[in-house]
């Protein structure tokens, strides 16, 4: 996973975005860490019986994003959601996403719920399967959120964040069999696969 890139992005956008609006404490950038998810609509178990998944782990997030008022804005993310175990493999996944960050703000501008939805790109190292069972996952998915967010007036720009974040996909399993006439039979089923990460965050208000 290239971590330099998404760090070259956020710092690019944070530059961009306060060189145009200076003036104006609409800038956000920040970090945060929590625990992780992994929800495989049971294709381990119906591709693998048997198999042993552990479906948690720790992880890290880092988003910057540009609010338009008070209602509106535009955030970049990149999540890291550690490893999960399938066995003996180690399985891991980060995300980088586009989102609207949709909201409203309380307490004279203190705290703001917000949600997010947007697009993202999957970063795995999915095991594929073998012959008989192939595993193709996708790499682009919706990217959800929902959380809130405490600006006190008193820290003078620091803020945090407590929110749910989730990158939803589809990954499809192609099974192939053999009849009585010697006729290969191709199988593919779809399932709807969620990575997710709670966590706590800080950030700068520009």
């Not at 967010?149 to 008193?154: D, I, S």
Request: proline residues 3%; charged residues 15%.
């Amino acid at each position: 996973m290239n971590f330099d890139k998404i760090l070259l992005s956020l710092s690019l956008l944070s530059l961009l975005m306060t060189s145009a609006t200076a003036s104006e404490p609409n800038i956000y950038i920040g970090a945060g860490y929590g625990s992780t998810g992994f929800f495989d609509d049971d294709m381990v178990k119906d591709v693998a019986p048997g198999a042993s998944l552990d479906k948690s782990d720790m992880g890290f997030i880092l988003y910057s994003g540009w609010m338009f008022n008070n209602i509106v804005g535009v955030e970049l993310g990149y999540t890291d959601y550690g490893s999960f175990t399938l066995d003996d493999t180690s399985i891991d996944a980060a995300s980088y996403s586009v989102s609207a960050n949709l909201g409203y703000t309380f307490l004279d501008g203190q705290l703001r719920p917000f949600g997010l939805v947007g697009l993202s790109y999957i970063d795995h190292d999915y095991p594929k399967g073998d012959d008989q069972n192939n595993v193709d996952p996708t790499n682009g998915a919706l990217h959800l959120g929902i959380g809130v967010h405490y600006l006190p007036t008193v820290l003078y720009g620091v803020g945090v964040r407590l929110a749910y974040e989730a990158d939803v996909y589809s990954a499809d399993t192609v099974s192939t069999t053999t009849n009585g006439s010697g006729d290969v039979i191709t199988t593919t089923d779809t399932y709807t696969q969620t990575m997710g990460i709670i966590y706590l965050g800080v950030d700068y208000n520009f």
